[in-house]
């Protein structure tokens, strides 16, 4: 297609993908970051969401910036260093029918911000929560992060002498719904796998191997380009189908594609690679990460889901009616519950 | 207190003394406690009963004292008339504070001597009355505090009717431990009738001083506040001693916010993991529109302070309830204080204003539970109430609550046709943080409003008017100062202060909160000793003109609190810096709710020099 040809072109809420642009980015020219936004809108334009229905929340550095790089036409707060869960969570409570995207970094999540992650994935909350992870402090002017590899070398600090933290597996250790790690270089993958976050009911956790290419980008580092093009492993090749739309999966071979069926109705299927992996086992889930990080290959792809499991919203008993709209009479209780109360107290 | 005790020269004294109960935690003494509170409270004479405890769960003292006043001063007195003795740890210390003539009641296996000649003296068989009760050997433990209560009714006068009803409320209606409480406190009633000669002077008569009153503690009384005030969420992490605020919404929020129609509920309640979640959840609950607040202590505060910063700044609408205890740090967790007055004030990096509501009595925590959110969305900005343990965790007569007089305040708030007719009206001119008003506080619109030109990207960095990123100094200058302008709107229509005045007063008294029985009991002592005073309750910061009027009409004033450092008094002093001579510093703090006695002989003691 030719750009006349995308602009022209309306998805089925009636919108083209300039209503799902944001402000032009002030980051660094070819930050994997950029690549993100990017898919970002392209995922939520064909998933026909309506921007004002999504509410995008982020925390601080380099990657807490980009929520201005998509979606102007959603509600967005950009709140403090690593806590941009609690302030998701508080505010996702006001309308369920929103969608919630959260956007972070490694320092922002892996660091300050270690607590939150965890918890606001034991609650299960339904949004997307995408980890833009370059392995390194940008926006103070690279300093080592908590993904930092063991024996990374930087210009200022020398040599990295601690292990890194496994998102993805930290995830998984916190009972996480759905579990994803994906490369900014790979924005095929990249887009069908943030399309399933969205359809997935419950907290979607997508670690994004995002190159820093002003302070981290060396050829032999996890978090670059050139490592990650070279030793990409996928699990699968990924495919998401909307719900109600006819599933052909004639391009698959029989017995190599996997689905896995969202809340939605929407489906995910999964071609088989190298191996016969199933995303719904949490040993397998476990087991694939540990291997891949002995061996210093990039899995990417959908690492667990669990399509089933209660959110947070279900422990509660709110109205169909969003909180934030109910009106006044709604709130108050009356005069003669006070009546009764304060007899109550006598 | 006079010269010679009353009892001394045989005059009987009723309903004006004070019983402390010397119990071990854990044991069950509470539901005692209370029952003798609530049936005093009953019989209609003026009743406070305060719980002095350690920060354990079981086997360490603790005391609990009940203040009989026909008056109705219901501040914590220093001295004990009676004391009810059930751990002999403590045995020796409590005879101390017994005043000449008063009581030591006992339980008799308790081997310790009696040190004092002038107090008198009753035994009880604790241990004999609960084996000879109908309990399981298990729960007798829990129920020997009964004994004392079964006694004091018999030999201060109290109805085992009046026993009886307390036990129904306490238990709510269950009959079982209604009837097994209730059958140790008869056979004591009924031993003490047989067996003691009564010797002392104190009695009970019923008065009609209680009408309209309820008795209930601060921290339930402003969980009930805000949900009648149209709380929507509320997110907390325990730490005493305000658990018990949050953890009323559990027990109040089934009957008073589901609703009718749908069976739902219109509010919820999020146990965070940490007071850094709390605020965070806050923020992100007010900036979505809910009515949204949160409860700590001081500590807790602490941890706040960034997000009440980013709160501030990005103008988001939230209250926070802090239920000060003795600090810094872990400090005196179960004690009293107002040590928080000026954290809360200067809460936060850079330039920050905060509005702080400072209720007095447990109606008024009522009051504000409501009225903070309504003044929180109003300005849309954080409220700070600062409220403590006294007041929050301890059991007042106060009065009945009244409804709110005012409908709930949602404030400039924005959905699809108001902006489309704003944006009519202003040729398509609106903008998040634009002062259209002139009165520094701008319209907002909230998420899930769907109008194209609804959303904005909130944000803790420089924006300018329509929310935009902005590092332009005069940009940040402008839009901090229309943000000062605001607080400048909300001090015209926050809680006015209360003034008690007497006759001739040259002197002033300024207090807030908790200490309020005390200054007024002080105050009245102070005139019948010649120094009439006028007393002053601030009711909120940022102070009314009233305050100022306050300090600029009397020749002294003094600020009485319970913190160390004169923190109300360092607050007046920065904002009246041409006035602040006059002020005197009087300030305690040593865990313990202030008495009239210190209040009194504090100023006495500065008017000497």
């Keep these: 297609m030719t750009n006349q040809e995308v602009r022209s072109t309306t998805n089925a809420a009636g919108l083209t993908r300039a209503d799902y642009k944001g402000a032009p980015s002030t980051l660094c020219q070819g930050c994997g970051h950029n690549g993100i936004a990017s898919q970002i809108v392209a995922a939520c334009y064909e998933l026909d969401i309506v921007p004002e229905t999504v509410l995008k929340f982020s925390g601080i550095g380099c990657s807490s910036k980009s929520p201005t790089y998509f979606l102007s036409r959603s509600f967005g707060f950009n709140g403090l260093h690593g806590r941009m869960p609690s302030l998701a969570l508080g505010a996702m409570f006001a309308d369920l029918s929103l969608r919630g995207i959260g956007v972070s970094g490694d320092g922002d999540s892996a660091s300050i911000g270690l607590g939150q992650f965890k918890h606001l994935i034991r609650r299960n909350l339904p949004m997307v929560y995408i980890v833009e992870n370059n392995g390194v402090y940008g926006l103070t002017k690279g300093q080592f992060s908590a993904t930092s590899e063991k024996g990374l070398y930087l210009k200022h600090q020398g ?33 069908e796998l943030i399309k399933a976050a969205f359809s997935h009911r419950g907290i979607a956790v997508l670690d994004v191997i995002s190159p820093c290419v002003t302070f981290h980008n060396q050829d032999d580092s996890i978090h670059s380009y050139t490592f990650g093009r070279e030793h990409e492993e996928a699990l699968h090749e990924i495919s998401y189908i909307p719900p109600r739309e006819e599933i052909t999966i004639e391009d698959f071979e029989e017995g190599s594609a996997r689905e896995v069926t969202l809340h939605d109705g929407s489906m995910i299927v999964l071609k088989k690679l190298a191996q016969d992996y199933d995303p719904t086992d949490r040993f397998q889930a476990i087991r ?46 009356t005069p003669a519950s006070l009546d009764a109360l304060n007899a109550s107290m006598a | 207190m006079t010269e010679v005790h009353p009892h001394l020269d045989g005059t009987p004294i009723v309903n004006d003394f004070c019983i402390t109960f010397s119990t071990v935690n854990g044991s069950g003494s509470a539901t005692a406690n209370n029952i003798l509170l609530r049936s005093l409270f009953r019989m209609g004479i003026p009743v406070s009963g305060k719980n002095i405890f350690p920060s354990n769960i079981q086997g360490l003292p603790t005391w609990y004292t009940i203040r009989v006043s026909k008056d109705g001063y219901l501040a914590r007195v220093a001295k004990d008339d009676i004391v009810v003795a059930m751990n002999h740890a403590t045995f020796a210390k409590e005879q101390e504070f017994l005043v000449p003539g008063g009581v030591l009641l006992y339980a008799d296996d308790i081997k310790a001597p009696i040190t004092r000649s002038d107090i008198i003296v009753y035994p009880m068989p604790v241990k004999k009355l609960v084996k000879d009760a109908d309990v399981a050997p298990k729960l ?204 809360a004030y200067f809460i936060s990096h850079g330039d920050t204003q905060f509005i702080m509501l400072m209720p007095g009595s447990v109606n008024e925590c009522f009051e504000f539970g409501w009225r903070a959110l309504d003044l929180a969305e109003q300005f849309q900005t954080p409220v700070i109430v600062m409220s403590d343990l006294d007041l929050g965790m301890n059991q007042w007569m106060t009065p009945k609550f009244q409804y709110p007089d005012t409908p709930i305040q949602r404030g400039k708030v924005l959905w699809e046709e108001d902006l489309e007719k704003m944006l009519t009206e ?184």
Excluded at chain 2, 499 to 521: C, F, Q
């Design chain 2, 140 to 343: 007798r433990d829990y129920i020997a505090n009964m004994v004392y209560v079964g006694v004091l009714a018999q030999l201060l006068g109290i109805d085992l009717d009046v026993i009886h009803q307390a036990l129904q409320y306490h238990f709510k209606g269950k009959e079982k431990p209604i009837a097994s409480n209730f059958g140790v406190a008869k056979a004591a009633f009924e031993w003490a009738a047989a067996n003691l000669q009564k010797r002392d002077a104190y009695r009970v008569e019923r008065m009609n001083a209680t009408e309209g009153y309820i008795m209930a503690d601060g921290n339930t009384s402003a969980a009930i506040g805000a949900l009648y005030g149209g709380m929507q969420f509320a997110a907390w992490y325990p730490i005493t001693p305000a658990s018990s605020l949050a953890e009323a919404f559990q027990e109040y929020v089934p009957a008073l916010r589901t609703d009718p129609e749908t069976g739902k509920q219109t509010c919820a309640v999020v146990q965070a993991e940490d007071e850094l979640a709390a605020i965070g959840m806050v923020v992100g609950a007010g900036w979505a529109g809910l009515r949204a607040m949160t409860s700590t202590s001081g500590p807790g505060l602490s941890l706040m302070s960034e997000y009440l910063g980013l709160a501030y700044y990005a103008e988001v609408p939230l209250v926070v309830w802090d239920v000060q205890r003795v600090g810094p740090s872990t400090g005196l967790p179960t004690r009293t204080a107002q040590c928080d007055m000026t954290q």
């Design chain 2, 426 to 609: 202003r040729n398509g001119d609106w903008g998040r943080y634009l002062d259209i008003d002139g009165d520094g506080v701008p319209y907002r619109t909230v998420p899930g409003n769907r109008h194209p030109r609804s959303a904005y990207f909130a944000r803790g960095t420089g924006h300018d008017e329509y929310g935009r990123y902005s590092e332009e100094a005069e940009t940040w200058e402008r839009v901090f100062a229309r943000i000062a302008r605001k607080f400048e709107t909300a001090r015209l229509v926050l809680p006015k202060p209360e003034i008690r005045r007497k006759e001739g007063a040259r002197v002033g008294i300024l207090a807030y909160g908790s200490t309020d029985p005390a200054i007024i009991e002080a105050q009245d002592q102070l005139a019948a000793q010649g120094l009439p005073t006028d007393y002053l309750r601030v009711r909120a910061v940022p102070f009314a003109d009233e305050v100022y009027d306050f300090i600029r009409t009397h020749e002294r004033t003094y600020v009485v609190e319970m913190n160390r450092d004169s923190q109300m008094w360092q607050l007046l002093t920065i904002n009246l810096p041409d006035d602040c001579r006059s002020l005197r510093k009087t300030a305690h703090m040593d865990g313990m709710p202030l008495t009239a006695d210190w209040v009194r002989e504090a100023i006495l003691a500065q008017e000497e020099k």
């Design chain 1, 288 to 333: 694939v990460l540990e291997e891949a990080a002995q061996n210093r290959q990039l899995l990417t792809g959908l690492i667990y889901i669990n399509p089933n499991a209660p959110t947070l919203f279900d422990a509660y008993h709110l109205p169909e009616t969003a909180l934030n709209r109910l009106p006044a009479e709604k709130l108050r209780p």
């Design chain 1, 159 to 191: 040599t990295n002498p601690f292990m890194p933290i496994d998102l993805c597996l930290e995830a998984i250790a916190s009972n996480a719904t759905f579990v994803a790690r994906s490369f900014a270089g790979d924005p095929k993958q990249l887009k």
